[in-house]
């Protein structure tokens, strides 16, 4: 048998490929340029164009475009009223991001377990951990598949909290043929490097909620506005604004927002293109019983942003560290998302204990990302295949 690269073997490719890799074309450059060019840099009308194709993507009335998917989350927070002495209830299996905005407005997060086989926060867990003092809910889109959206909207509309959805990985996911950004109060999209759409960095709040959206706009510049309606005192004259609140300065700027609706005029195909990768993966993964296969939440038409490799362990000689080292020597470059986020030492040094979600910390134990994006080549997606199809053989019990 053909024996892995790192027991002295011949990799499956001889150049490295990761987890995860932009899409830029020379219309994107040229969006940046024409920008660098104009006479806005900042607040201009890229930004303007930027969150009008949101809206149109996502179905949201209202879009406020921010420096990033964190920024994003946070003045979400803040427009929600979080505070102090309140829980928000996430799932562990995210990027620290959607627990950390809890933190940053004084409240608490609370994690509920994962479904074993969706990967997904699951509902009935939502609702075990609602006590008197949870204000909102902030379920994620993991891996682009959208969470069980009518279940967890109908919980917070039974116990009056704010749904806020982390839709960081599901740009152009429908759940019911309606798109991701249709049901949540505010959901929160990010133009990280490594997401399917990019700015570099880059992040936004889309909502339908008129009251909610003059908040994210008040959030997202200091507090400050040049709205009269929302001042104390009354305008000094034209040059007048006010500071009504304390906020950051969480704006974009207009080069990050060309390149964002530049990328948004090709979400049609690089779902596409992510969708046949990810059907070419679950074929071949399927047939190898070392291996589980993500399960699909059936109404979601998904844009995928990470395809989870999972291991079983008990079929296997190896562990997944040991899995994750042989497929780099395989020259395929994987990641781990996420380490689950009350692991992190700050979280453990604030009173969280190893043990709190079983699902979610086996699923941590077991899984890699492994590369996918739209500008893998057929080749690029056969190599990893053959490298996984190998390791499994060769490793199998
Ligand atoms: C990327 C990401 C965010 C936001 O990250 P930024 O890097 O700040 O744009 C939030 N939640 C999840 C799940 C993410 O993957």
Request: hydrophobic share 35%.
């Amino acid at each position: 048998m053909n024996k892995p690269a790192i027991e002295g073997g011949t990799p499956v490719r001889s150049t490295k490929i990761h987890y995860s890799h932009q899409s830029i074309d020379e219309k994107d450059i040229q969006a940046v340029v024409d920008v660098l060019k104009s006479d806005f840099l900042t607040c201009g009308p890229a930004i303007t164009e930027m969150e009008k194709k949101l809206c149109e993507v996502t179905g949201a009335k209202y879009a406020v475009a921010c420096s990033n998917g964190t920024a994003a989350l946070h003045i979400a927070c803040m427009a929600a009223g979080i505070g102090p002495g309140d829980e928000v209830i996430t799932t562990p299996i995210t990027f620290a991001a959607s627990a950390n905005c809890a933190l940053y407005c004084g409240a608490t997060p609370v994690f509920a377990d994962i479904n074993p086989e969706t990967y997904q926060i699951d509902p009935a867990e939502i609702e075990k951990k609602i006590t008197d003092k949870t204000k909102a809910v902030i379920p994620v889109d993991y891996t682009g598949q959208v969470v069980e959206i009518a279940k967890i909207r109908e919980i917070c509309d039974k116990y009056g909290l704010i749904l806020i959805e982390d839709a960081a990985h599901s740009i152009g996911t429908l759940y019911d043929g309606k798109p991701v950004g249709s049901f949540a109060d505010m959901t929160e999209l990010s133009f990280h490097a490594i997401k399917t759409i990019t700015g570099g960095e880059g992040g936004a709040v889309v909502t339908s909620n008129e009251d909610l959206y003059k908040k994210l706009l008040l959030y997202r510049t200091h507090g400050i506005t040049r709205d009269e309606s929302l001042m104390a005192h009354g305008s000094e004259g034209p040059w007048y604004y006010e500071m009504v609140d304390l906020a950051p300065n969480y704006r974009i700027t207009d080069m990050q927002a060309a390149l964002i609706s530049s990328q948004l005029d090709k979400l049609a195909e690089f779902k596409k293109r992510k969708q046949d990768i990810c059907k070419k993966y679950d074929e071949a993964f399927g047939k190898l019983p070392q291996l589980f296969v993500q399960k699909e939440i059936t109404e979601s038409d998904t844009t995928r942003h990470l395809y989870i490799l999972r291991i079983k362990p008990e079929t296997l000689k190896i562990d997944r560290k040991q899995f994750f080292e042989a497929l780099a020597a395989e020259n395929i470059i994987c990641n781990v998302n996420y380490i689950p986020v009350y692991y992190l030492q700050y979280y453990q040094q604030h009173g969280y204990k190893k043990g709190l979600c079983p699902n979610a910390e086996k699923l941590y134990d077991e899984m890699m990302s492994i590369p996918l994006y739209a500008g893998m080549s057929d080749q690029d997606v056969d190599d990893v295949i053959a490298a996984v199809t190998k390791l499994c053989e060769y490793y199998a019990k």
